[in-house]
Structures are given as structure tokens and as C-alpha cells.
């Protein structure tokens, strides 16, 4: 059944983000399950986990459809989120982490070398139902770490903007070179803001997380562009 969930999620998360399924479309579960061989609980819980993507709403009626959109609104809204967790890493520097925030950011990294290990003799293909969860976790540690309340709340208004948040990434296996190289800089990145927080350096920190959202903000960018070009051709 996880096999089909992934492959359901991966497969109608590439339809919209390449413009195959458009905007104000809606997403019938019947058909969906007939296009995709799969039965509707597959498609239930992809529909429901696309969702909290922000690439479907949920209808008055019933059923889903795929949530209006553009480029330029999801690339202004990660750089708002880069600014808010760069001041959130730089406020964790000086403050000081504790030893489980270190934990828990350093079983994040692990999983993520581990990940990116199991790809890399997998045709680079990204096991996108653990690095997905373990990168929010990741980001959602550093911003806790700040302990900043008004900051939590400001990033949550942001990520309720499609593909912005930090468990929103547009993973689903169809260009695996480029999507593992993508996830290839963002472990670096993660490592580097690591070792920033440990030296209590907060300018530092901070910077890495604006540049790590900056280049997540290119990299959407030029999936989205790849994925339509596919389509189109």
C-alpha cells in the first residue's frame, strides 16, 4: 500500500505542478483511481497529503481541486521564509542550543546522508516519504530553537502559500539527477548551519539559512520550468 501511496502522491503532485492538471480542476477520486490503476484509498490519502502541500483545496461540496497558483507567488513567499529562519537561526546562535536541539538536528543530518547514500546506488533516486519529514523536522527544530513565538506564527502564515514551506518540497522522482543534486547542497546546507550553531556564530547562521531558502526558491523555479517543458512536448 506505501508503494502505491508514494507513486499516487509522486504522479499527481508532477500533473499539477507541470500544468497537466490546471487550475480550479477538479480531482475525482473515480477517476483518478481508473487513470492511475490504484484503488480511491491511495488516492484518498494523496489527495488529502497534497493538500497540506497547498497544491489542492478542498471544496464546500466535497472532493478537492487544484489550488491557483503561481511561480513568482511561491518564490516571494520562500524568500519571506528565508528571512524569518535566518532571524530564527541567528536568535538560536546566541541563545544557545540546547543538547537535544543538537540531537535532534544531528539525527536529522544523519538520516539525510543516509537518504542521499541509498539514492546514489539507486539510480539517485530520493526516498522523498523520509527526506520530506525529516527536512521539516529539521527546520521546524532550528525555528523552536529560537524560541520566538511571533516568529513560529509569521512562518506559519507563510508556508500556507503552495510549495513554500520547508515540508513542502516538489519531489516525485521524475528528474532524479537534478532533484538529487538539489538534495545533495541542502544536506550541505543543514551540515554548515550545524556547525554555525555550535560555534554560536549567528551572523553566519543566519546567512546560510537565507542563502539555503534562496536556492530552494531557484530550484522550484527551475523543476516547475522542467516539468512543463515535458509536459508540453
Known amino acids: 500500500m506505501s508503494s502505491q501511496i508514494d507513486y499516487t502522491t509522486n504522479e499527481l503532485r508532477r500533473r499539477i505542478l507541470s500544468g497537466q492538471a490546471a487550475p480550479g480542476e477538479r480531482m475525482v477520486e473515480l477517476e483518478l483511481s481508473a487513470q492511475l490503476a490504484v484503488s480511491r484509498t491511495p488516492i484518498r490519502i494523496a489527495l488529502g497529503e497534497l493538500e497540506k502541500e497547498g497544491l ?3 471544496l464546500p461540496t466535497r472532493g478537492f481541486r487544484v489550488r491557483q497558483f503561481s511561480v513568482d507567488e511561491v518564490a516571494n513567499a520562500v524568500d519571506v521564509r528565508g ?3 535566518g532571524m530564527a537561526a541567528r536568535q538560536a546562535a546566541e541563545r ?3 543538547p537535544e536541539l543538537q540531537a535532534e538536528l544531528r539525527a536529522c543530518i544523519d538520516e539525510g546522508r543516509l537518504l542521499l547514500e541509498k539514492a546514489a546506488a539507486a539510480g539517485h ?4 516519504a523520509r527526506w520530506v519529514p525529516m527536512n521539516a523536522r529539521f527546520h521546524a527544530a532550528l525555528v523552536d530553537a529560537a524560541g520566538n513565538s511571533t516568529l513560529v506564527s509569521a512562518l506559519a502564515h507563510v508556508s500556507k502559500t503552495p510549495m513554500a514551506g520547508a ?3 516538489s519531489l516525485n522522482g521524475s528528474l532524479p539527477l537534478l532533484e538529487f543534486g538539489f538534495i ?20 553566519r547562521a543566519e546567512a ?5 531558502a534562496h536556492r530552494s526558491r531557484d530550484n522550484k523555479r527551475e523543476l516547475m520550468a522542467r516539468l512543463q517543458k515535458t509536459a508540453a512536448a
Open 56 to 58: 489542492l483545496e478542498r
Open 184 to 203: 545533495q547542497r541542502a544536506q550541505s546546507d543543514h551540515e554548515d548551519v550545524l556547525a554555525a550553531l555550535l560555534a554560536g556564530e549567528g551572523a
Open 125 to 128: 533516486v530520493i526516498d522523498a
Open 83 to 85: 528571512v524569518l529562519e
Open 167 to 169: 515540508g513542502a518540497l
Open 96 to 98: 544557545g542550543i540546547s
Open 208 to 212: 546560510l539559512m537565507r542563502e539555503h
